[in-house]
């Protein structure tokens, strides 16, 4: 059996304002349990969001967290571009860091905003990111 995708786990230092974060964007991320500082987010058949503060310091002696910069993109369909305008406007005026107004890139019409730990949130229009984007 080849390895299959099973979730992306962000390593955050607040475990509660990403909860809020990611709520706002509309998944239904729960409450974590108080005896382990791990919110797990079901988003769709076979596929995870994992919110946790502590497991890469804990497990890996040699993890440090970055400082500048970002080292990927979380893509999220939005839908057509009004919906992609719609959640950047309802994140920047959340409070959220706005780092790409909605625009037409050399792709899709995207735009991307940053969670509180500086994770870039790619919002595209993007058919190919569509969640039934590949089925019959």
């Not at 239904?28 to 994992?50: E, N, Q, T, W, Y």
């Amino acid at each position: 059996m080849s390895p299959t995708f099973a979730m992306l786990v962000l390593e955050v230092r607040d475990l509660r304002r990403s909860i809020e974060f990611y709520r706002l964007l509309g998944l239904d991320v729960p409450d974590p349990r108080p005896d382990r500082p791990v919110s797990i987010c079901r988003l769709g058949p076979g596929a995870k969001l994992v919110l946790t503060e502590q497991f890469a310091a804990r497990y890996d002696p040699d993890w440090v967290r970055p400082e500048r910069g970002y080292q990927q993109l979380v893509e999220f369909y939005a839908g057509d571009d009004a919906a992609v305008d719609a959640e950047w406007a309802r994140l920047t005026g959340a409070g959220y860091h706005g780092r790409m107004a909605p625009t037409q890139t050399a792709g899709p019409y995207a735009a991307m905003v940053d969670d509180p730990d500086g994770n870039v949130i790619l919002l595209t229009s993007d058919e190919a990111a569509r969640p039934d984007a590949g089925t019959a």
